[in-house]
């Protein structure tokens, strides 16, 4: 539908002017001293419900996310610190502040993510004024997709994977601005006044502001590409007559300040590849990013000087798109980073289900099939739209009309497109995952605030202090959304990643243990054991695909506690490479025929021969039991066809479930139950089992789920069938240590019960 050029530009005048940063920087400055201020108060303002005793592990709270520890270990010590931008970021504050690394981890979330909020309000006043982005500025950052990810103890690059691609977004489009006409269907009636030589020295230091942006993740890099090309598109689509060559040179000046030896060192600059600087033994990051520099300075020497009358073949619009073309061909930032994006994303969408086929093509297929662990991680869960516009908005229809202003703001401010990705990707998390929720809220409430602030300033526009009233709707409307989002979220529940004697377990094994040796733990604990423990684990976040975790999900499934042993023994013998990162026992069975998977398995499992290595412990936790439906489809997971059984459990929260030690029956609060085989109950001071034989030929016999496993500490107790219940993580948490299947294959070092137990592995 075209927009009829009279009542286009009738809302461009409604719109108001252009912001300037000269006339408003003090205003801007003191309001977003403020926003940042009333933001942190509120996150802080949760605090004390991590006051609790249980909550606390030798003087540090406990963290909210598994990742948080990854980032900590290293800072700690463990692993190479290099490299890990939140890891020497910790390391850091400690070591100027003094402050401890689980404070360091516990309070930072709240100090950055706070952040968001001021770049919300500069968003809010680029689009429409000083005061139009209070209310997104006090909001922005508080939205139930960002906040349940970035709570206190969430310490984990969620903390900058919004907030740097949002405050990189603004900076393109605060510099784009300069040269694109005031509206999409408007044209100037002169050519921009600004200074051109200006625009390139702010786009160098934009380029620098933005290299520190992408260091504290690999996937913030790629979106900043992609908003980079998506800034060409945008500035050559409404560029200002004779804006287009300055508009050019400005983006070439930024990519060389801010790309080449991005994250991780991935983006190169042709011909200084890594190959040719490691052949010549130079320092790659000083040699890339100083030529870089190096260049973008000479480029603004030469186009300065072209503007005063000399070189002035390169400031044509031709010379400067060559130029810029150069730019991105050397540092590789479409093959590299557009590329990965885009097989990233199918991997969100296609990944979720379905299994990992190792196999060549051919006849004869080698290796295992593997598990996909997508499937059992929460973040790719998948929630319908509604859900996703409320965890971006608040409330559902909020989001949606959050939406409608948004046309209306892009259509009047071209600087908006900018905040479009965002938006699209929290309506993708439809399909990419929950996650995703995260990244679009805050750009839902800039255009939701943008789009009040026009429609009070057309009745507020009649009245004398018109500024005054502005300022009062915005602040109103922020103190509410505040006040309804203390009460909602003052409700939720923490999450703690483990417990207090879980965590004091670990902390002992540290202790005990000699440098070198191998924690074998289900994922999910792998990162908190390598900082509590400071020991390497087989897995843990970062080392969770089906390959890596079918060994310590098989050794915890089997029933059998030697084959555990056999498991561990065999796969103990290939260390990963590099050094420091787990076990690699695929490598061992990429190679075999997939229809003698299975035998070459067994055989290998029935060896005795296996060579000492450093010492293996292993450690079984009640949370592993409430796993217990995914850790037995990953263990008993069929390498060659691709099958597998799975445990069933029930788990019941304190108060949910009665029981009758008398008669082995239960009943939950709905008044379901039935009897059940046998009840172990799990003591700090010891294990106390029940039978019941002749529960077994009752027509009252609970179906498939027999067997009572009561937690009398966490007041929790969980229903297991027989795959759970005679699982070997199961018998090692459960079971007497010198029971004779248990104690020649297994020793007892470590018992916190009913939380944990850590055994060294029998060599």
């Not at 900076?171 to 200074?195: C, V």
């Not at 993740?217 to 200002?240: E, G």
């Not at 709905?670 to 030929?697: C, F, H, M, Q, S």
Request: glycine share 10%; charged share 15%.
């Amino acid at each position: 539908m075209r927009i009829p050029g009279e009542m286009y530009h009738r809302g461009l005048k409604h719109a108001g002017p252009a912001p300037s940063w000269s006339a408003d920087w003090r205003t801007v400055g003191v309001y977003g001293v403020c926003v940042y201020l009333i933001v942190l108060a509120f996150r802080l303002s949760f605090a004390g419900r991590w006051d609790h005793p249980e909550l606390w592990v030798a003087g540090e709270r406990i963290l909210a996310t598994h990742d948080a520890y990854y980032w900590l270990a290293k800072a700690k010590g463990l692993g190479v610190l290099s490299g890990y931008a939140l890891a020497e970021f910790a390391a850091l504050v400690n070591q100027v502040t003094g402050a401890g690394l689980g404070a360091i981890g516990f309070w930072s979330p709240a100090i950055v993510v706070s952040l968001v909020g001021v770049v919300c309000y500069l968003w809010g006043w680029l689009l429409g004024g000083v005061n139009a982005g209070v209310l997104a500025g006090l909001i922005g950052s508080l939205t139930p997709g960002l906040f349940y990810r970035t709570r206190l103890g969430y310490f984990d690059t969620d903390m900058f994977t919004l907030l740097m691609p949002m405050l990189i977004a603004w900076l393109l489009a605060f510099w784009a601005r300069q040269h694109m006409r005031s509206g999409w269907f408007t044209r100037d009636p002169e050519p921009a006044s600004s200074n051109a030589a200006q625009t390139l020295w702010m786009a160098l230091a934009f380029g620098l502001a933005t290299r520190f942006a992408c260091i504290w993740h690999n996937d913030i890099l790629n979106i900043v590409i992609l908003y980079f090309f998506m800034t060409i598109a945008v500035v050559m689509l409404n560029c200002r007559p004779g804006q287009r060559a300055p508009a050019l040179q400005g983006l070439a000046i930024f990519a060389l300040a801010a790309f080449p030896g991005g994250a991780f060192g991935r983006l190169e600059l042709w011909p200084l590849t890594r190959q040719v600087i490691s052949e010549l033994a130079i320092p790659y990051y000083p040699v890339i990013i100083g030529t870089s520099l190096a260049l973008a300075l000479g480029l603004i020497f030469l186009w300065k000087n072209s503007a005063r009358g000399r070189f002035q073949f390169l400031s044509s619009v031709w010379a400067s798109a060559l130029v810029l073309f150069a730019v991105v061909l050397a540092t590789r930032l479409l093959d590299e980073s557009v590329a990965y994006s885009a097989a990233k994303l199918v991997s969100y969408l296609t990944g979720a289900a379905g299994t990992i086929d190792s196999g060549a093509a051919g006849a004869e297929f080698l290796g295992p099939i593997y598990p996909s662990i997508l499937q059992s991680i929460i973040e790719v869960r998948l929630e319908p739209l509604s859900a996703i516009m409320e965890r971006g908005a608040f409330f559902p229809w909020l989001g949606w009309v959050a939406v409608l202003f948004g046309v209306v703001v892009v259509a009047l401010r071209p600087a908006a497109a900018f905040l479009l990705p965002l938006i699209a990707l929290q309506l993708a998390s439809v399909k990419l995952g929950i996650r995703f929720s995260m990244f679009g809220g805050a750009a839902l409430c800039v255009m939701l605030g943008v789009g009040v602030y026009w429609l009070v300033s057309a009745v507020s526009c009649r009245f004398e202090r018109k500024a005054v009233i502005d300022f009062a709707v915005q602040a109103v409307l922020g103190a509410g959304f505040l006040v309804y989002c203390h009460v909602q979220y003052a409700s939720l529940s923490l999450t703690p990643v483990l417990s207090r004697q879980h965590a004091e377990a670990m902390q002992e094994l540290g202790k005990r243990s000699e440098p070198g040796s191998m924690v074998w733990t289900w994922w999910d604990w792998g990162y908190a054991a390598q900082y509590y423990a400071g020991l390497e684990t087989v897995a843990d976040g970062g080392k969770h695909a089906g390959r890596d975790v079918y060994p310590i999900a098989f050794a915890m499934t089997t029933p059998s506690p030697k084959l555990a042993n056999r498991m561990i023994a065999f796969s103990a013998q290939y260390p990963e490479t590099p050094p420091n990162i787990g076990l690699a026992p695929a490598r061992e069975w990429d190679s075999i025929p997939r229809d003698q998977i299975v035998e070459t398995l067994e055989g290998q499992l029935s060896r005795q021969d296996y060579p000492a290595t450093p010492r293996q412990y292993f450690i079984v936790t009640w949370n592993d039991l409430t796993l217990a439906k995914w850790i037995s489809h990953f263990g008993n997971w069929n390498l060659e066809t691709g099958t597998t059984r799975e445990a069933k459990v029930n788990i019941y929260q304190p108060g949910e479930l009665g029981f009758n030690v008398e008669r082995g029956g239960v009943m939950d609060r709905k008044g379901g139950g039935g009897l059940v085989k046998d009840i172990t109950v799990l003591e700090p001071d010891g294990v106390n089992r029940r039978g019941y034989p002749l529960n077994a030929l009752s027509p009252q016999l609970l179906p498939k789920v027999h067997h009572l496993i009561i937690n009398m500490v966490s007041k929790q107790s969980v229903v297991l069938d027989s795959i759970g219940y005679g699982s070997t993580m199961a018998r090692l948490l459960t079971a007497d240590p010198d029971d004779p299947d248990i104690a020649p294959y297994f020793t007892l070092v470590v018992d916190r019960l009913p939380f944990a137990r850590i055994y060294e592995v029998v060599q």
